[in-house]
């Protein structure tokens, strides 16, 4: 099977892991809603991203995405629930609405830090949310549909969505099931199906943004 999952079934209420297998990567997801935890993930992802670019000169890219509970009444605004890194075969699914302590301020400053760039397709959405919802800002955000319409050169990718993207740019199907898009982002425990949604998201928009910034 070209995408599946593999649940780790951690004994604690504070971390999971996973490994989720795309075609021939392998992602290994934290799941977390504990501040420690991402503190450590964030200290982790900057050193080797530092490493693996130091003498390569290329930017430091970082995959983007957020997920929240579908908004069932056009006066209600469901605030995000989960924000999803990505950097190499790293992830981490940070369950921010469940966070008992806060959000730490490892991830204020790294999402701040204009060192690294964000990407995700639609991701000046996801940031505004971010902004409203937590104060969280992210100091350079970039739209892989705008950058594959200039890499690419047709504006025709500006309303691509990410599945378009990935078979455009990485030569990978992917499906995105409804029954997982609107799902109940908000639960205290994601299942194995969400948790491999959210962390294709934002593996593969990392992967998109290394592959067209190479272009």
Not at 3 to 17: K, M
Not at 18 to 43: G, M, P, Q
Request: with cysteine.
């Amino acid at each position: 099977m070209a995408i599946s999952i593999e649940d780790h079934h951690l004994p604690y209420e504070t971390h999971n892991l996973y490994d989720v297998k795309f075609f021939e990567d392998r992602i290994h997801t934290l799941v977390t809603h504990t501040s420690s935890f991402v503190n450590t993930w964030i200290a982790e992802t900057q050193q080797k991203l530092l490493q693996n670019n130091n003498q390569a000169h290329r930017p430091l890219i970082v995959g983007l995405d957020v997920e929240w509970r579908p908004n069932r009444f056009r006066q209600i605004e469901n605030p995000v629930a989960t924000i999803q890194l990505s950097a190499g075969n790293a992830c981490l699914i940070f369950q921010l609405l469940h966070c008992p302590t806060g959000i730490p301020q490892s991830l204020y400053d790294f999402l701040s830090d204009m060192t690294y760039t964000f990407v995700g397709v639609g991701i000046e959405g996801d940031v505004r949310k971010l902004t409203e919802d937590y104060e969280l800002s992210v100091g350079n955000a970039v739209d892989l549909r705008g950058l594959a319409a200039e890499k690419l050169g047709d504006f025709k990718w500006n309303k691509s969505g990410i599945k378009t993207l990935a078979r455009e740019v990485l030569g990978k199907d992917i499906e995105k099931p409804k029954r997982i898009t609107l799902s109940r982002w908000d639960n205290a425990w994601l299942t194995p199906a969400q948790v491999q949604y959210a962390c294709l998201d934002a593996f593969l928009s990392c992967k998109i943004g290394e592959s067209l910034v190479a272009a």
